[in-house]
Structures are given as structure tokens and as C-alpha cells.
């Protein structure tokens, strides 16, 4: 079982530009987050999905970021015209929801990637 | 509002020992779940240990237990026989609506 891919690892894009992100969670998983951490903090929140349905949004995903999950599986964030403070890792997760006798949200993270805009 | 405050920003142990790592939460939610995570240098998040709120019994594995005192609404963790591949960030997190809150982190060093 593999675990949750991201790619690129390392992104070094100039002001202005469109970045994308990929993420593979784990397969079967159901449920994949997207986090940003900056340095010295813990991840904070952007989005997830259940399935292909993105079901929450956080306030700290501007209309500059856009996620998407089309079939489900892996999953797209894109920095439309990227800022200096959008510098940060980008952190992706999954879990499986729903499916044991309780349901929990144990989420499991892949390596991120790292966003440095000059 | 949830929040998770870690302390602690570092912590040092001698290699062998043990040391706990601190962490009190806030939620207005009788049902949740816990954890704490590890992040050592420039390596990928991995799940250390996870307590059901509903449970009373304190999670344990291996070297790693917590100390779950949920009217305190505190989360400590433990870690015993201290190993140099202990050294990372530790993070708590609280689920919360379907996402985890973190903590600042603590910074564990483990000096041989």
C-alpha cells in the first residue's frame, strides 16, 4: 500500500505566475485535504474532498486557489497569479471515512510541496 | 472556536530517557479525536498516536503514550527510552468538522 504522492516536491515560480499541484492519495481513500504550513507553524486548513464533491473551503483559500478531485482519485491545487506570501509547504492528505465501525478521520500526509515565490 | 496550543516551542532530552511533550485544546464537542503527529526535518508528516475522546482508557503505542485528562482538556505525550530518530517537530492536532486542527509544534532534540 502505497502512501499519498505529491508532485512537484520543490516549486520556485516568480511573482505572478500559475503554479499547480498534484496530489495521489492513498488508493481507496475517500476523503483528501489539502493543508499549507508555513514555517515554524502547523498545517493549517484549505480544503478537502469526499469523493470528487469538494465539501469545505477555508476562509484562507482565496479566489486566487482553486482545488479540484475529477474522477475522485488524485487531486489538482492551483495559485492563479502567485504573491511573495503564498510561499509555504503545501501539505496533502487522505484518509478513509466512513468505513469501519466508527467513523474517524485518521489522516495520513504525503511529503508536500514546498512553493517558493520570488 | 477550536484551538490547540502546544506550550512548549522545544524540548531536549538525553538519549534513553523520556520526556513528555505538552498540549492543551479547546472545543465545545463531547465526541473527538486527538493526535499527535511527527515531522522530523525536512520529511513528510507521520501519525504517532490517535485517542478517541470517548474513550477513557489512554492510548499507548510502543515508546509513545498519551496522557488524556479530557475535563482538563489537556493531551500530553510521553515518550519513553528516548532514540536519536525521536528528534522532529511533534504536532496536536484536534479533529474538527472533518479536519485537523494543529498546534505550533514542539521541537524535540535528542542529544546522544
Known amino acids: 500500500d502505497t502512501g499519498v504522492s505529491q508532485d512537484p516536491r520543490h516549486k520556485i515560480t516568480k511573482r505572478g505566475q500559475n503554479v499547480t499541484f498534484r496530489c495521489d492519495p492513498i488508493s481507496e481513500h475517500n476523503r483528501l485535504y489539502w493543508y499549507r504550513q508555513t514555517l515554524g507553524q502547523g498545517p493549517e486548513f484549505l480544503t478537502y474532498?469526499?469523493?470528487?464533491?469538494?465539501l469545505e473551503k477555508s476562509r484562507l483559500l482565496s479566489d486566487r486557489f482553486s482545488a479540484e478531485r475529477p474522477k475522485g482519485s488524485f487531486s489538482t491545487l492551483e495559485i492563479q497569479r502567485t504573491e511573495q506570501g503564498d510561499s509555504a509547504m503545501y501539505l496533502c492528505a487522505s484518509s478513509s471515512w466512513g468505513r469501519g465501525s466508527r467513523s474517524t478521520d485518521t489522516q495520513y500526509f504525503g511529503p508536500g510541496t514546498r512553493l517558493t515565490v520570488l | 472556536a477550536q484551538t490547540v496550543t502546544q506550550s512548549q516551542p522545544e524540548m531536549s532530552v538525553q538519549e534513553a530517557e523520556t520526556v513528555t511533550l505538552s498540549c492543551t485544546y479547546d472545543?465545545?464537542?463531547?465526541?473527538?479525536?486527538l493526535f499527535w503527529y511527527k515531522q522530523p526535518p525536512s520529511r513528510q508528516m507521520i501519525l504517532v498516536i490517535r485517542q478517541e475522546a470517548y474513550k477513557q482508557q489512554n492510548a499507548t503505542e510502543n515508546r509513545f503514550s498519551v496522557n488524556f485528562q479530557k475535563a482538563a482538556k489537556s493531551f500530553s505525550l510521553k515518550i519513553s527510552d528516548s532514540q536519536l530518530g525521536d528528534a522532529a517537530m511533534y504536532f496536536c492536532?484536534?479533529?474538527?468538522?472533518?479536519?485537523?486542527?494543529f498546534g505550533a509544534g514542539t521541537i524535540l532534540r535528542v542529544k546522544s
Open positions: 492536532a484536534l479533529e474538527y468538522g472533518n479536519k485537523l486542527v
Open positions: 472545543t465545545s464537542e463531547s465526541d473527538y479525536y
Open positions: 474532498f469526499q469523493n470528487e464533491a469538494q
